[in-house]
T-cell receptor, first 109, second 111 residues
Framework: EDQVTQSPEALRLQEGESSSLNCSYTVSGLRGLFWYRQDPGKGPEFLFTLYSAGEEKEKERLKATLTKKESFLHITAPKPEDSATYLC??????????FGAGTTVTVRA | GAGVSQSPRYKVAKRGQDVALRCDPISGHVSLFWYQQALGQGPEFLTYFQNEAQLDKSGLPSDRFFAERPEGSVSTLKIQRTQQEDSAVYLCASNSLNEQFFGPGTRLTVL
């Protein structure tokens, strides 16, 4: 059974203070690692998909990286609007996503 | 609208009542998913449709949960004889290539 563990559970940052979120996974055959952002009262919003170790993707202040056992989401010089819960998910077949519990990021001005 | 829509957004039910939650996927999306998200947790897979065919219902917690998509577009998740442990946010998603687009969810509270 796929397992996804995210750490830390919560992260409080000062505006401009860069940090990283971790997603450790166990999956029989990875067919994609996904990062989503979820704001309170809303559904998850797609950020990135990574497929193979060494792959990196960037979007504004976010950068996602992938190794064979974990993925990192780096937040560079965060702003208050980056406050959200960040979810990691893995897919081991054609469709089903298995999610971690998320990391709740709070960025103070 | 262009996104996945769900209704109602909030539902309060008395224990033992039946509820029906609706999902309107993005037009043209073949694949549709239902997830259950408990407070402070990530979404948990419930079931998957490809067009009108329910290909995987392995995540449905009990036989009180039933999902359908009779014409391959709108889907309904029905929960019979609701219990307090059914309280959660129910998310619907539809798929395009490798990206799942989620709706805003229905928050179900069972009293």
């Amino acid at each position: 059974e796929d397992q996804v563990t995210q750490s830390p559970e919560a992260l409080r940052l000062q505006e401009g203070e860069s940090s990283s979120l971790n997603c450790s996974y166990t999956v029989s055959g990875l067919r994609g690692l996904f990062w989503y952002r979820q704001d309170p009262g809303k559904g998850p919003e797609f950020l990135f998909t990574l497929y193979s170790a060494g792959e990196e993707k960037e979007k504004e202040r976010l950068k996602a990286t992938l190794t064979k056992k974990e993925s990192f989401l780096h937040i560079t010089a965060p702003k208050p609007e980056d406050s959200a819960t960040y979810l990691c998910a893995v897919r081991d077949n054609d469709y089903k996503l298995s999610f971690g519990a998320g990391t709740t990021v709070t960025v103070r001005a | 609208g262009a996104g996945v829509s769900q209704s109602p957004r909030y539902k309060v039910a008395k224990r033992g009542q039946d509820v029906a939650l609706r999902c309107d996927p993005i037009s043209g999306h073949v694949s549709l998913f239902w997830y259950q998200q408990a407070l402070g947790q990530g979404p948990e897979f419930l079931t998957y449709f490809q067009n009108e065919a329910q290909l995987d219902k392995s995540g449905l917690p009990s036989d009180r949960f039933f999902a359908e998509r009779p014409e391959g577009s709108v889907s309904t998740l029905k929960i019979q004889r609701t219990q307090q442990e059914d309280s959660a946010v129910y998310l619907c998603a539809s798929n395009s290539l490798n990206e799942q687009f989620f709706g805003p969810g229905t928050r179900l509270t069972v009293l």
